[in-house]
């Protein structure tokens, strides 16, 4: 069964660093997104992307936060000058909505990437 | 706005006894409701959905939910457990006024003794 994939695992970075987490979504899928889920807290929603332009996204996704679909398979999610509060886990999802509207097709998601900020 | 409020933090259940995760949604519209799995170190595996078809809704690994309008309810259940099932649950709405987003429930954790 296709899956989303996401890299790295684990990212450690200092402090007011730049980090990039990858996702490679399912082949066919038209919607992605990027969820985090702070420890002991509930996974939230940050952004949803579609036709290479962001579709959607929470009070929590401002302008240090960025994504991009550089080709045609991989979707990214940068984060600039990292803050403490930014260790979390970060999921990567994807629907296979065919057209233009999501409905009713279910979020798949990729195993995260534990990000932890020194 | 669309909500879901998962009843209990950590359900213990004995191995080869019936599980029961409770979820109770607010929806001012006929929602789509979703259940996932999180195993430790893991990601979010789709359990089961509820999409305004059936009200009874079977999923993976022996999992089923029913829809209950007038309960405003999408419990989880299970009639045996195995020890593999001990994870975390999330009940999971489809918000209605930006449907790229769902929301997720607090989660349960799912304790199996032997």
């Known amino acids: 069964e296709p899956e989303v994939t996401q890299t790295p695992s684990h990212q450690v970075t200092q402090m007011g660093q730049e980090v990039i987490l990858r996702c490679v979504p399912i082949?066919?899928?038209?919607?992605f997104y990027w969820y985090r889920q702070i420890l002991g807290q509930k996974v939230e929603f940050l952004v949803s992307f579609y036709n290479n332009e962001i579709s959607e996204k929470s009070e929590i996704f401002d302008d240090q936060f960025s994504v991009e679909r550089p080709d045609g398979s991989n979707f990214t999610l940068k984060i600039r000058s990292t803050k403490l509060e930014d260790s979390a886990m970060y999921f990567c999802?994807?629907?296979?909505?065919?057209?233009?509207?999501?409905?009713?097709?279910?979020?798949?998601f990729g195993d995260g990437t534990r990000l932890s900020i020194l | 706005a669309q909500s879901v409020t998962q009843l209990d933090s950590h359900v213990s259940v004995s191995e080869g006894t019936p599980v029961l995760l409770r979820c109770n949604y607010s929806?001012?519209?006929?929602?789509?409701l979703f259940w996932y799995v999180q195993h430790p170190n893991k990601g979010l595996q789709l359990l089961l959905k509820?999409?305004?078809?059936?009200?009874l809704v079977k999923g993976i690994n022996g999992f089923e939910a029913e829809f209950k309008k007038s309960e405003t309810s999408f419990h989880l259940t299970k009639p045996s457990a195995h020890m593999s099932d001990a994870a975390e649950y999330f009940c999971?709405?489809?918000?209605?006024?930006?449907?790229?987003?769902?929301?997720f429930g607090s989660g349960t954790r799912l304790s199996i003794r032997p």
């Open positions: 999802a994807s629907s296979g909505e065919t057209t233009g509207v999501p409905g009713n097709q279910p979020q798949h």
């Open positions: 082949s066919n899928h038209l919607y």
């Open positions: 999971v709405v489809r918000s209605y006024s930006s449907a790229s987003k769902i929301i």
């Open positions: 929806s001012s519209y006929s929602p789509s």
């Open positions: 509820y999409t305004s078809a059936a009200t």
